[in-house]
């Protein structure tokens, strides 16, 4: 088997994994930290960021320069989607959830895929919502960036710009719902064949809704890729464990990103946070997604706020998907938790956002200019995207709230640190704090998850095995496992490694002529028996599904002769066989003759002792056979 990573194991994974033959992509996700060097787009113009310093480069025109020093591209935003890759051999793309879907557009609506997407029915719901609501930011914005030659920003402006040829520009939606309708949606344990060589199945990751690992099989050897995966018990179905186990290969990534922060601590950190600003009269600003933690998020939040008597701070969600986004997970019950499954019998809508948004407790609008107005004052809470604070409302909202100390903005996307993320903004007097809140398994889950599985070989990032850069001594925030019980292997970006797939059985499909008077015998095997039975066949195959055929006992009739072409052709046109045309090829003294039929993909080559017939359908060869057979003498 042949691992090659295209992507960042950390966060935005795409592997290319070659088995029995089948290439298939695991994940597809572009590089969303690329948005972090260019200026941010507004809703609404920002004089601001007009009059920030230009910097002096003949060669490219479009660097600003913030306050504090860090330069910044003033274009349309890129994304940095995962390395190319000959897309004419990806049989498949195995999809684990929506935050693992950023680069679909670039490769489904590539002219050399013709390959199938799988994922389950929310991850590709709630991936399409999050895309189109990027899709809708950028046309949110009244001013038209200057379009360059992204190859012409220097290299030192951002290590994204060393990858030259790699930005591309934001998809459209238009372009978004053609890659997605595309998409097959899968269940849960559902079987996916490809091609007869290996099966493909999705089984609950409990990262969120409709999140999936995957178990790849090819005959006896299993590969288990496990990403974005987590063991908190919230709405969503629980990691199952069970069937991961006992792999040939483990591939393991997308651990949390910032293993120094737990889930529950930091949604403390942040329930107390907003609670701390509101009771000051300030407002608070969540830079978020629409899908995801938000949900979780709220229902902490409410509780917290109801615990400290306020009651009557508004809470408002703007996305431009925002009705979508809140509605879906009420329609998922068979994708969540028993608890939440069960409230769907009383009834009672799942999650407490439902109920909420029916009392006007939460009020979501598409966008600021949406009707916020009637809702908003002073102290509010506001979750608005896009988190990486480059489009979006929460950019004019930060814009407009920097100023007054009392106000605060909490960052809560993992994949968007504070310094880089806020550099365009300052300076700033508002209260800032980054509190990641990511429930994908941390290192020591991790290690646990490893024995607990038991795999022959683990292939995961070398990033787990390195203490965090800002806490360098934390020797408890690595990935710990014991290399002298499983082959560990670290992949790194770019990294190919070539492991051996080693012997494996194929099932054979029997007929039932061939069971019929089959009897079987114990084998004695150590301590156990096995039943067995003797069977003798011909092996056939189509579609690599192959079925042992019980041999036809009568003696088969023998056949010689040479075919002439023209009785050849005089016998196709009395079976209502057309010719499209004959190719005549020469190899030393002999002859070749290729004749092409109508349909133009089936074939018969005439050469000297054999005839060869190449054709889709059987019933066709059937016809052509008895031609050839009609022309030569029985022995």
């Avoid at 018990?233 to 737990?262: G, R």
């Avoid at 990033?463 to 360098?472: F, G």
């Amino acid at each position: 088997m042949k691992i090659s990573n295209l992507g960042n194991l950390d966060h935005s994974s795409c592997m290319l994994i070659k088995i029995n033959n089948v290439h298939i992509m695991l994940d597809c996700s572009a590089d969303v930290a690329s948005l972090t060097p260019f200026l941010p787009l507004s809703p609404l113009h920002l004089s601001r960021l007009d009059k920030l310093e230009t910097v002096a480069n003949p060669e490219c025109k479009v660097l600003k320069q913030t306050t504090g020093g860090q330069v910044l591209v003033d274009t349309v935003l890129h994304l940095k989607p995962p390395q190319d890759v000959d897309l004419s051999l990806v049989d498949a793309i195995l999809v684990t959830n929506n935050s693992q879907i950023s680069a679909l557009p670039y490769v489904m609506m590539d002219p050399r895929f013709h390959g199938r997407v799988y994922a389950t029915e929310p991850c590709v719901m709630m991936g399409r919502l999050t895309l189109i609501a990027l899709s809708k930011y950028m046309k949110q914005c009244p001013k038209r960036r200057m379009k360059v030659d992204i190859d012409s920003v220097p290299a030192d402006v951002h290590p994204i710009f060393k990858s030259k040829g790699r930005l591309r520009e934001i998809y459209s939606e238009e372009t978004i719902e053609a890659c997605f309708a595309k998409i097959t949606p899968v269940r849960y344990n559902e079987q996916i064949d490809l091609f007869g060589l290996v099966t493909c199945i999705p089984i609950p990751a409990g990262h969120t809704i409709g999140s999936a690992n995957w178990i790849i099989n090819n005959g006896d050897y299993k590969v288990s890729y496990i990403s974005s995966s987590s063991k908190l018990i919230h709405h969503t179905l629980p990691m199952e464990v069970a069937s991961l186990a006992n792999p040939d290969v483990m591939i393991l990534n997308n651990l949390s990103l910032n293993p120094m922060y737990t889930p529950d601590s930091t949604l403390i950190d942040v329930c107390n946070i907003v609670t701390m600003s509101v009771k000051k009269g300030g407002n608070v600003l969540i830079p978020c997604h629409c899908t995801g933690v938000l949900l979780d998020l709220i229902e902490w939040l409410i509780s917290h706020l109801s615990k400290n008597n306020i009651t009557d701070v508004p809470i408002i969600i703007v996305s431009p998907v925002a009705d979508a986004a809140l509605a879906h997970p009420d329609i998922y019950g068979e994708w969540l938790n028993a608890t939440k499954q069960s409230k769907l019998y009383v009834p009672e809508l799942p999650f407490a956002h439902s109920q909420l948004i029916k009392s006007k407790r939460i009020h979501h609008f598409a966008s600021a200019a949406d009707g916020m107005g009637a809702v908003y004052k002073t102290p509010c809470i506001v979750f608005a995207g896009h988190p990486s604070l480059r489009c979006g409302d929460a950019v004019l909202l930060l814009e407009k709230w920097k100023n007054d100390p009392q106000n605060a903005v909490i960052l809560i996307e993992p994949e968007y640190p504070i310094a880089p993320t806020l550099a365009p903004f300052q300076p700033m007097y508002m209260k800032s704090c980054f509190y990641p809140i990511d429930p994908s398994i941390n290192y020591p889950q991790a290690a646990k998850l490893i024995k607990d599985i038991k795999p022959k070989t683990v292939v995961t990032s070398p990033t787990y095995s390195k203490c965090p850069v800002s806490q360098p001594n934390r020797t408890d925030l690595v990935l710990n496992v014991d290399r002298n019980e499983v082959n560990y292997r670290e992949l790194g970006v770019g990294d190919i490694i070539n492991l051996p797939e080693g012997p494996s059985t194929i099932k054979v499909k029997l007929q039932h002529q061939t069971i019929h008077g089959v009897t079987m015998q114990p084998l004695k095997r150590g301590a156990a028996y096995q039943l067995v039975a003797y069977v003798s066949g011909a092996i056939t195959a189509r579609d690599n599904k192959p079925v042992l055929v019980t041999p036809n006992h009568q003696t088969p009739q023998e056949l010689y002769g040479e075919i002439q072409l023209e009785e050849f052709l005089v016998a196709l046109s009395c079976k209502g066989i057309s010719v499209a045309n004959v190719q005549n090829m020469e190899s030393g003294d002999k002859v070749h003759h290729m004749i092409t039929l109508s349909d133009q993909v089936s074939t018969v080559t005439l050469s000297p002792g054999v005839t060869s017939i190449a054709t889709h359908t059987g019933q066709l060869r059937q016809k052509l056979e008895s031609v050839v057979h009609s022309l030569l003498i029985p022995l």
